[in-house]
């Protein structure tokens, strides 16, 4: 799936005539609203109509409006391409670019690598993983100091105790 952005799950189908249930992968589940194609399974699939129910976008896709045409959609996941991706305000990013970055402090000391992102609430947590443990950083512009997406690289200011 290089080059693809996964921002969906197919959860169900809905109603007869071919619909799909999907859970939202991002921040906007509105997004779904400006997309014109989706890729399942690597295959491109071109997004006829999106409504929503309970928070859930309803999709039907070009050519597929029988319930046992889309039965083989369920559970799989929905990626778009790069181009598709929605711009994000200025210090934002996506999880996947986020992911694999490399943690140094402001004093160069390399605590190790983004290996996922947590979303619990209020703000996201950083897993990184070091050479020897698990560290958790807030991803809060007290502790994350600079995002290098060129260099692969985040620097942190940790505070006492957030490295032990």
């Known amino acids: 799936m290089i080059n693809k952005i996964q921002v969906g799950k197919i959860i169900n189908t809905h109603g007869l005539k071919g619909e799909l249930k999907v859970l939202p992968l991002t921040d906007d589940p509105q997004r ?3 997309l014109n194609k989706m890729y399942i399974d690597n295959k491109e699939y071109i ?5 929503y129910k309970k928070g859930f976008p309803i999709i039907t896709i070009q050519n597929f409006n029988d319930i046992n045409d889309v039965l083989i959609f369920k559970n799989k996941y929905i990626y778009i391409t790069q181009e598709d991706m929605i711009e994000l305000e200025e210090d934002t990013y996506f999880i996947f670019q986020i992911k694999g ?3 140094v402090t402001v004093d160069g000391i390399e605590i ?3 290996k996922d992102v947590l979303t619990p609430g209020a703000n996201d947590v950083y897993v990184v993983k070091g050479k020897d443990k698990e560290y958790l950083i807030p991803a809060v512009k007290e502790f994350v100091k600079e995002i290098d997406l060129e260099e692969k690289k985040m ?4 505070i006492e105790g957030l490295l032990e």
């Open 32 to 34: 779904f609203n400006n």
């Open 47 to 51: 997004i006829e109509k999106v409504w």
């Open 101 to 103: 970055l490399n943690v």
């Open 112 to 114: 190790g690598t983004i």
């Open 155 to 158: 620097v942190i200011m940790p």
